[in-house]
Nanobody
Framework: QVQVVESGGGLVQAGGSLRLSCAASAYIFSTYAMGWFRQAPGKEREFVAGISWSTGSTKFGDSVKGRFTISRDNAKNTLYLQMTGLKPEDTALYYC??????????????????WGQGTQVTVSS
């Protein structure tokens, strides 16, 4: 069974920064593209950022471009989401997602196979 575990969420003031981490197995990091999604109360889950499995190419949702960066450390089997310039509208439950196998970056959540439980990010104004 694939385990995906997020960490690093918390409460931060507007304009602040947070770094989310996502840990998974070595197999996952060597073969899968990965991404971050988020879901705010009463809203649909939306794509935040993704990174391909091999080239490290990245893609970001329009609302976070220029503020968030995504990276992966395959040696540590960890995915990161560095968030800066946080806004109250960034408040959401953030999910780490795994997939597609040997894939590039997809914004469609249906392309992702495994999900973590989520880590809460709350940005106060």
């Amino acid at each position: 069974q694939v385990q995906v575990v997020e960490s690093g969420g918390g409460l931060v003031q507007a304009g602040g920064s947070l770094r989310l981490s996502c840990a998974a197995s070595a197999y996952i990091f060597s073969t899968y593209a990965m991404g971050w999604f988020r879901q705010a109360p009463g809203k649909e889950r939306e794509f935040v950022a993704g990174i391909s499995w091999s080239t490290g190419s990245t893609k970001f949702g329009d609302s976070v471009k220029g503020r968030f960066t995504i990276s992966r450390d395959n040696a540590k089997n960890t995915l990161y989401l560095q968030m800066t310039g946080l806004k109250p509208e960034d408040t959401a439950l953030y999910y780490c997602a795994v997939g597609p196998l040997y894939g590039g970056v997809w914004t469609d959540e249906k392309k992702y196979e495994y999900w973590g439980q989520g880590t809460q990010v709350t940005v106060s104004s």
